[in-house]
């Protein structure tokens, strides 16, 4: 059973505007969640993480907003540009390990 | 600073061959792991290592075996390859285990077994 959900594949965005990457997770158990950037050939990059007594992590163009009750975290990219191109993890973790999501790859066009 | 380092970064085996990934991270972390991606999934922890001397299973371990030669080294072995084990594995570590500081990712070996 998928405990950590990304039921989008795929987002294609044009670049400036925003693009909002959607994770649901099913275990409120988990203390910290992460979001990983991967290019194509490399390792999965760490890109934000956010604390889940908090409910938004802001770093430079990067957002995470998390809402428990939901049990529901999105990533924003204002404005996107053609590098962030790539496929997003959304990650959570309990008791030390990582459980990822199956990605969404971003397509962000110029 | 190299981080996280994996060899060989592409290899083609035969089914029933045996063949080890190799893992070394330069950071001086205590935790080290194996995960394993296949296409439209997300990354499966196979082994885990959250301190020298110390390994356990992860979600996806039947197959493979690891060692943690030091604090350094984590390596993964595949005793006998079966064409399900196709894949890219990548190798992570991190300060501690029981921490919320990300993991850092090697770049991978992509593995392919016939």
């Known amino acids: 059973d998928q405990q950590v959900k990304q039921n989008s594949p795929s987002l294609s965005v044009q670049e400036g505007r925003i693009s909002i990457l959607n994770c649901d997770y099913t275990?409120?158990?988990?203390?910290?969640f992460l979001w990983y950037k991967k290019y194509p050939a490399e390792g999965p990059t760490f890109l934000i993480s956010?604390?889940?007594?908090?409910d938004k992590n802001e770093d430079g163009r990067f957002t995470v907003f998390l809402n428990k009750s939901a049990k529901h975290l999105s990533l924003h990219i204002v404005p996107s540009q053609p590098g962030d191109s790539a496929v997003y993890f959304c990650a959570a973790t309990r008791e030390g390990n990582l459980i990822f999501g199956k990605g969404t790859k971003l397509s962000v066009k110029p | 600073n190299a981080g996280v380092t994996q060899t060989p970064k592409f290899q083609v085996l035969k089914t029933g061959q045996s063949m080890t990934l190799q893992c070394a991270q330069d950071?001086?972390?205590?935790?080290m792991y194996w995960y394993r991606q296949d296409p439209g999934m997300g990354l499966r922890l196979i082994y885990y290592s959250a301190s020298e001397g110390t390994t356990d299973k992860g979600e996806v371990p039947n197959g493979y075996n690891v060692s943690r030669l030091n604090k350094r080294e984590f390596s993964l072995r595949l005793e006998s390859a079966a064409p399900s084990q196709t894949s890219v594995y990548f190798c992570a570590s991190r300060t501690v285990f029981y921490s919320n500081q990300p993991q850092h990712f090697g770049d991978g070996t992509r593995l392919s077994i016939l």
């Open positions: 956010i604390s889940s007594i908090k």
């Open positions: 950071m001086n972390h205590n935790s």
């Open positions: 275990n409120s158990m988990f203390d910290y």
